[in-house]
């Protein structure tokens, strides 16, 4: 044989020597009788973190309206709280899912207030990542001056309209 031969077939024998030691054959236990074993259980979720039980028992968790400024989009710090454990419970949630609603008055154009409400709902979303919240689980909606929950015109009532509402679609 020539040199060329002999590398060639100690290559191909050293690469099938490596190739063949990788595979192990797994052997059964012996069986040495029944033994018992506890249930290995796992708690559904860490310690002080949220359930879906909390989104009607805790006080944090119920509040869920964010309240705006006239004309504005930022949020106001009043409502960073809010945001926050809204944020937590959703980092605890990873099922979770909630849609926010953008809210405006009745002042200003129509095309204006559902640019507003967005706006507003996309100010809540940043809030809600900012804090740890996931964007997959958020999801925008304007309605604009559409939905308004008061229909007086005074400035208590456009105060309640310009609003975003947090509303969980999966708990």
Not at 34 to 39: G, S
């Amino acid at each position: 044989m020539n040199n060329a031969t002999r590398i060639l077939v100690a290559a191909l024998l050293c690469a099938t020597a490596v190739a063949c030691s990788k595979k192990v054959k797994e052997v059964p236990p012996a069986d040495t009788g029944p033994t018992e074993t506890a249930p290995v259980t796992q708690p559904a979720t860490t310690p002080g973190a949220y359930g879906p039980e909390d989104l009607d028992t805790d006080a944090c968790l119920r509040q869920r309206v964010v309240y705006f400024d006239f004309d504005q989009d930022a949020l106001r710090p009043e409502f960073q709280n809010i945001v926050a454990c809204h944020a937590k419970y959703l980092r605890d949630r990873p099922s979770s899912r909630m849609t926010l609603e953008g809210n405006a008055d009745e002042r200003g154009s129509r095309e204006y207030n559902q640019g507003l409400g967005e706006r507003r709902g996309n100010a809540v979303s940043s809030a809600v990542q900012a804090n740890g919240g996931s964007g997959s689980q958020v999801t925008v909606v304007s309605y604009g001056e559409e939905r308004p929950t008061c229909t007086d015109s005074t400035e208590d009532c456009w105060a309640k309209n310009r609003r975003v509402e947090i509303v969980y679609t999966a708990k």
